[in-house]
């Protein structure tokens, strides 16, 4: 299982190192988060062995449960700090009632999709008095099976949100069309860049919003070209290995 995680790990960074290559980008402006859907706990603490710590959950009960038993596992067998501990992020639909579970553990939210979360957000981050960064996920193909905000309602969105005090919006996040057509892909993925130059102009947002979370393991390269700063990747990272099939949608 080591062994092949490993190749398969190694494969994708080719893959982005390629992309990078063919579109002037530098490998080491996109970070790879490894969607851990469905996976085993084995399997997550073989990943942070691999030096994998970028880690994407898309339910919050198993983030959760994920998140403290790897933080236990590290815990116990370090002795000091010096262990790299993986950086967690929330892909998936967030409800605001499942805000408070998530935030003690999340280093990014990607979902953040209304005003209402957004308040949450910034609530419950006021009581641990912290700021949490998320991504405003955006709806370009307009299918209902989708969450994000509307694109005509996302410069607005941008500009409740960046007034919260203990929010930091750092960019957008996109879900790429159910599709093997790749000018498809492309003039979606397109979209959301235009977006988010838009706002970079408007100047909407602080210095920090700088990042762009699209692509998963079918079309992340398309998503490289447009300028993804986060790529969330799971069936090419765990293919070949025991599974449960529905993970095959979560990256």
Known sequence: MRRKLADNWKRIEQRVHDACSRFDRKP??????????????????????????????????????????????????SSDDSTIRPRWHMVGHLQRNKVKAILPWVDMVHSVDSLRLAEEIDAQAAKLDRITPVLLQVNVTEQTSQHGVAVAAITHLVEQVASLNHVDVRGLMAIGPITDNADRIRYVFGRVRELFDEIVVQELCGPNFKDLSLGMSGDFEHAIEVGATYVRIGSALFDGIEIAKESLSAG
Not at 57 to 70: D, G, L, M, P, Y
Request: aromatic fraction near 6%; avoid cysteine; charged fraction near 30%.
């Open 28 to 77: 080491s402006d996109v970070t790879v988060v490894a969607i851990t859907k469905y996976a085993t706990l084995d399997l997550v603490r073989t990943l942070v062995d691999l030096g994998i710590t970028d880690l994407g959950e898309n339910r919050v009960q198993e983030f959760t449960k994920r998140a403290a038993a790897i933080n236990e596992w590290l815990r116990r067998r």
